[in-house]
């Protein structure tokens, strides 16, 4: 059985494990004021290409989002967000328990624009409802859909325009920056958002995300809240120390490129089946529409999850590609699909 239900089934790329062990019996300060850490967030600096920004490492996304979204509104505020946002969907109401509603705005492909804000500020006009005030967003989305950089423009120009805080979550980010046609840098986010992360979870590590805050006001006391919501690792160099793996050199982009140049290769082998896709993703989550005795027939070799019933006779299933994907098990799949398909 082999799995593409997610990308965080394998463990850690080598050159982490390597770098964990190296270090292993060293006597490091906590709490993220370790050499690796401090360097690792120094590095990330550079490579944002800006020093003017906090960044704090913690141990996964949902983790981020609820501290991040706490720590940022007032108990009236609320977050607008795609009707298929990870917080609103796959967070177990993770920041409803804070106290905070999710402004819920369907949309098609995933992706919040300018006129989805103006609809919820339109709709939340006075005190008896909750208060319009932080955008989420995630790049790439739920659905492996990529905002261009002219549509994060336009966001972050109606969110300021609007005085509402805009954040992204990445946590597949690389997969949205190395996807075919993106036309946004790492460095972009510093000036078009208030705040975001990059996700090491889903990209090669065993843990960690990185979120940089940008925007001054957001800044104070952040410290205070991560500990307050359990976030403060005792051990913080145990992420620390992968930030400087991914990003010492390339491997970060290296391995979400793998990723996507695997998941690139499953879409053109189902399409040369003839199959159609619910969306066309360029990043390493792809949704092919197959029939539901395919599916079945796909179930005894591969794990997915189906996604959405399309109608009595076919589903689209989600496949989802990591950093450790072997082509070897993109191409068996391809295969038995073929097969199961005459």
């Known amino acids: 059985m082999y799995s593409f239900k997610n990308d965080y089934s394998e463990g850690a790329h080598p050159n982490i494990l390597k770098a964990l062990m190296e270090s292993n019996m060293e006597q490091t300060e906590g709490y993220g004021e370790d050499q690796y850490s401090l360097a690792a967030i120094s ?38 967000s795609a009707n298929t946002g990870h917080v609103l969907v796959h967070e177990t109401g993770a920041i409803e328990a804070t106290g905070h509603k999710i402004i819920s705005i369907k949309v098609e492909d995933g992706k919040l624009k300018p006129i989805h804000i103006k609809m919820a500020l339109e709709e ?84 960690g995300e990185a979120l940089i805050i ?65 969306i066309q993703s360029p990043t390493n989550q792809i949704f092919p529409i197959l029939t539901n005795k395919t599916i079945e027939k796909l ?9 959405q019933k399309i109608d009595e006779n076919n589903s689209s299933i989600r496949l989802v590609t990591s950093w450790a994907t072997k082509e070897e098990a993109v191409k068996s799949f391809i295969n038995d699909l073929r097969l199961f398909s005459i």
């Open 43 to 80: 590095l990330l600096k550079d490579r944002l290409n800006c020093n003017d920004v906090d960044i704090h490492l913690f141990c996964g996304g949902t983790q981020t989002n609820l501290t991040v979204i706490s720590a940022f509104l007032r108990p009236h505020e609320a977050v607008i």
């Open 124 to 207: 939340h006009t006075d005190e008896h409802m909750v208060k319009p005030k932080m955008v989420y967003i995630s790049n790439p989305t739920e659905i492996g859909s990529v905002y261009k950089k002219q549509e994060l423009e336009e966001l972050s120009e109606c969110c300021r325009n609007n005085n509402l805080i805009l954040y992204v979550d990445g946590a597949r980010l690389g997969s949205a920056l190395c996807s075919k046609g993106n036309d946004i840098e790492l460095s972009d986010l510093t000036k078009l958002t208030d705040a975001f992360y990059i996700g090491g979870t889903k990209n090669g590590a065993l843990l």
């Open 214 to 278: 940008c925007k001054d006001s957001l800044k104070k006391d952040f410290r205070y809240l991560i500990k307050q919501k359990g976030g403060l690792l005792a051990k913080g160099r145990l992420i620390g120390i992968q930030f400087l793996e991914l990003f010492k050199d390339d491997l970060f982009w290296d391995l979400a490129k793998h990723a996507n140049d695997m998941a690139q290769l499953l879409t053109k082998g189902i399409s040369d089946c003839g199959y159609e896709f619910l």
């Open 299 to 307: 179930q005894e070799k591969y794990a997915f999850y189906i996604w």
